[in-house]
């Protein structure tokens, strides 16, 4: 019943390359580079992006008419398609002035010449590699970056679709962090100094902004809640989630009616407030006085938060928006991106549980998750219905968004593996996370780069391609191995 509440996006611009004196020397040449371009723009559409096509481009009169059009279109991400050999006079003009990632891709549409008929027509439409040092060279000259070179073949090569695919992934991750609304509503957890940031740094790193909210903004949304809305939202938890006896933890107990109905009409206004504000993600934190409505409202956010989460709407506790972020990232990458810090470590089996008492995203649950009555949050006030689940078994990654001592953003980022077995009932979600060498050596090589305590947490291997954003955005990054 949880949908993304608004579609991943990206905007791709292609065009083509070629050397115009070939037209004239090979007749058809011209029409079957098309036709191949044609097929590629055909294979990134599959990706269920934006494709804008701009033709083939085989002269420099041609580059410099081009690039009003290209920068108008307002791309996400630019593949530059090397058919065949061209001189990098086509390329110069677009590279020097389109500040967007661009990749080339040199795509034969035949995994092999055939020697037997081989001819200089058949190998001008497989010279794709030709020209690609040329334009490596000239970007370098200009000082200018190429994000990428996607060699293979343009048919039946599932590494090349995979990688065309990883970088519409990254288009979607661009699309959205450009302009995005990102809020920060109360404060800081008291003494956690890893989570402060300034707003105006994070929009010059992420190109997004940081709308200031206040809790009395959830309030007035809060105070239309109707029974109606309420009911709705009851119906999706019940669908959703499951409801056990409790175990071990004293502190836990069955999902009370009282603890569900406050969560569904927090859930409601939650919706209500992301809607008003227009906001892409939400990092807050509030006490409130004892017994008031503030804090009543704020601390029973937990599972309205998860269900935003699903929805593609990215909101974490503790004030930590750098978390936040990383979690937006993970989202549009459709990989998940639950809020999470490091647990106990297991030093019998070597794992160690990652999770948090917060927010987390539910699409990426292993089984259903599951609601508890929490007694109590420790280390905070409040009480009221918790989440709790393990994600999916198999490849996992972390991505922790930390600042070095000039202020400047930093990617931290692993991977490692979740494995099936038990977690800690309570109310909290938990992972049993494997790491390479071994899980002793990788939590200290993490700690040792200097990240916040909190991460985002996804499924997949992905840190090559977070990697490759934090390049676009010009942040430093390090893969903990």
Known sequence: MITRKNKRVGRIGIFAVGHATYWGQFEGLLDNLTGFHNDLCKLIEKNDVDVFNFGMID???????????????????????????????????????????????????????????????MQLENDNICSVPEFTGVAARMGKKINDVIIGCLYNDKEVEKQIAKWCDIAKVLHDLKGARM?????????????????????????????????????EVYNTVTEAEIEAKIKIIDEEFDMPEPKSDPITSKLTFEDKYQAAKSAVALDKFVEKYKLTGLAYYYEGGADSLHRKVATTFIVGN????????????????????????????????????????????????????????????????????????????????????????????????????????????????SKQGPIPPTGNTNTRGFFEPTTKEFIKKWVMEGPTHHYALGIGHHADTIAKIADILEIEWTIVK
Do not use: W
């Not at 420099?60 to 061209?86: G, H, Q, R, W």
């Not at 990383?326 to 989202?331: G, W």
């Open 59 to 121: 002269s420099s009169e041609k580059a410099y008419a081009a690039l009003p059009e290209i920068l108008a279109a307002n791309v996400d991400v630019v593949f530059c398609n090397m058919v065949t050999y061209a001189t990098s006079s086509v390329f110069a003009p677009i590279i020097k002035e389109v500040n967007k990632p661009v990749i080339l891709t040199a795509l034969q549409p035949r995994a092999a010449l055939d020697y037997t008929k081989a001819c200089t027509f």
């Open 183 to 219: 809020g920060l509503m109360g404060h800081t957890m008291e003494a956690m100094y890893d989570m402060h940031a300034d707003p105006t740094a994070i929009a010059s790193a992420f190109g997004l902004h940081v709308p200031l909210l206040e809790v009395d903004d959830v309030i």
């Open 306 to 417: 998860s269900i935003l989460n699903a929805q593609g709407i990215p909101m974490c506790g503790e004030y930590d928006i750098k978390t936040c972020i990383a979690m937006l990232i993970m989202d549009r990458l459709d990989i998940g991106g639950s809020f999470a810090e490091f647990h106990p470590f297991d030093f019998a089996e070597d794992f160690i549980l990652v999770g948090h008492d917060g927010p987390h995203h539910l699409r990426i649950a292993e089984g259903k998750p599951v609601l508890r009555s929490l007694k109590k949050y420790h280390g905070k006030p409040g009480r009221g219905a918790s989440v709790e689940f393990k994600i999916k078994e198999g490849p996992i990654t972390m991505l922790g968004i930390t600042q070095t001592e000039n202020g400047k953003f930093k990617f931290v980022i692993g991977e490692g593996i």
